[in-house]
């Protein structure tokens, strides 16, 4: 049996060279199945680029009550690109996680069995990815996970579009009052953008520690948030991002004085 797919678009190559397989199963006309496999690997993985753009924000405007917010883009720059394996990041001393909305983790066997029944108050953002393989971009609900105190919650992203469902799941850690959150398997799939938005209310995701002086905002508070991107051919980008906070009032420009001419 040979198969010859020569649709354009209609498939992907991997960007990643481990060794993979296309696997079937063939029946034949009384009942009898047996299993085939044939290998498969890419090659020259480690010369595709790999230039995601970060960049991460957040509202000035917080509270006890409504918490803190928190918006992180990933872009890809146009033309063939690795995707992305893995990505982890550590949040700043001032954005740590809310522990009031980390006793309202969804229970996992309850995640299994229907995300959409897990608590309100376990939903603390929303996803969208863009991705040629979809006509419109992907989003769904992130939600907090338990896993019955076996460790801290995971941060659960479910994406449901044009028949497709895509789990992606980032490990949290709390250490010292440091929040930190890794997602460690992300499938080889081509995406253009991302974009991971956790807000403001009463189960916003992240709290705030806001020093005296700032008088109740961010305003003015030197932010970053360190951040590692492995791609599916191992390339592997550093960097400590600024995080932008947004709605602060402009600095007044100071007016010029003009000293009056002797006659």
Known sequence: ???VIDRPGFTFNPTSCEPLSVDGSLTSTQGTSVQVS???Q????????FHPVFSVSTQAKTSKHNGASLTVKTTFPSGPQANIRSVGVVLPKQLPARLTTIQQACPEATFAQNPASCPAGSDI???TATTPILSSPATGPAYLVSHGGAAFPDVDLVFQDEGVTLDLVGSVNIR????SSKFATVPDAPISSFR???PEGPHSGLAAVIPAKAKGNLCGTSLAMPFTITGQNGAQLNQNVKIVVTGCAKPKKAKKRHKARKK
């Open 42 to 49: 890419a090659a020259n993985c480690a010369k595709l680029p």
């Open 38 to 40: 044939s290998r498969f």
């Open 1 to 3: 049996m040979n198969v």
């Open 196 to 198: 991971l938005t956790l």
């Open 125 to 127: 953002g929303i996803g």
């Open 176 to 179: 010292h009052g440091i929040t």
